[in-house]
């Protein structure tokens, strides 16, 4: 089957379910963008798909970038002068800065504050903070908690080590009928946040179990990397594969029950930009569509100058625009399976209109052909409008997309007008260019 079939022999509810199952399971993690947290992650979507794991030596240098020192830990806490835990990384990994150097030592509430961080507009949530670059270690809580703290001696302890390892990450290379590839990029860098991270990671495992199923035109790469470094990482590393990159998407924050919003490629104008242009409007759904900047995820790698790559960011809420972002409230009530279906439903259709994206050259090009000879004209479930935009445009330049977008015809009546066509002997495939 291919990923047209694949895709109406799926139920995407009972996928966004099987998609939220995953993500409960990897939740509790304590990952990071390197250490055992990102492999056992690893290790568990390699259940779901046949994940080539790759580990990149600390210090390895990755164009400007250099590899990090790998980052384990195993606990951490701050305790009274009662000796009562009062922030326990066991509670939520959260409560820890994420990279934080191991520390265990006696200080007074004002030092302690200087390695606290809080969110005072959110005082029931916790932060999620980082400090990858710059050695620092700390505690993130709530501002609630935070403003409860007494005057007295503290025991701060941080059970971690940040050592000369690698960095981690899982590549699943699918080939396909041609060597131009579809790259579907993923981070699973954070520890316990549902949307940003975990939801990507998700739709990233079950897209490509359910591609790897059956045929595709295009070669598929998927990629579960760290945010930022494991683009970088892998772009440094690869640059030669990344020239058979015609199409790619950044999944993230695919879960919440915001509308789909999709960020266009540097480019702007490439098919992977169209295709989900295309399959948003027809869809009737809300959705937005966005320029691209530079922020926000790996499309900022891709897209450097240097690379500029057709690849889009499929998102629902963008980042920065729900309070929940990078706090404790992205958690497992933040995401829905519904969400989770319906953004596999729209990618599945967005890849399977780019694997039928194809170019025709019209047999029968002077004068119009006699359709209804060919009982073609009037026959029930034949829209002869659409026969003939593909048969005038049909001139071995215009793809089936473009003819859509000059007909506003929908992907799907094309691609039947040309189906009948070319069973006709009134059309033939012309490679591609
Ligand atoms: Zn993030």
Redesign the pocket.
Known sequence: MNISELKNSMDPKNVGREMYQLIVELYPICRSITGNGFRQTMEILRRYIPLQIHEVPSGTKVFDWVVPKEWNIKDAFVKNSKGEKIIDFQKSNLHVLNYSTPVKKAVSLKELKEHLFTLPDHPDWIPYKTSYYRENWGFCLSHQQFLTLEDEEYEVSIDSTLDSGSLTYGELYLQGEEENEILISCHGC?PSLAN??LSGVSLATFLAKLISSGSHRYSYRFLFIP?TIGAITWLALNEKKASSIKHGLVLTGVGDSGKITYKKSRRGDSDIDRAAAHVLKHSGDPHEIVDFYPYGYDERQYCSPGFNLPVGRLSRTP?GRYPEY?TSADNLDFVHAESLGDSYSKVLEILSLLGNNRTYLNLNPKCEPQLGRRGLYSSPGTNELALLWVLNFSDGHNTLLDICEKSAFEFASIQDAAYKLLKNGLLKLCLEK
């Open positions: 954070h940003d991270n945010g980042y990078h």
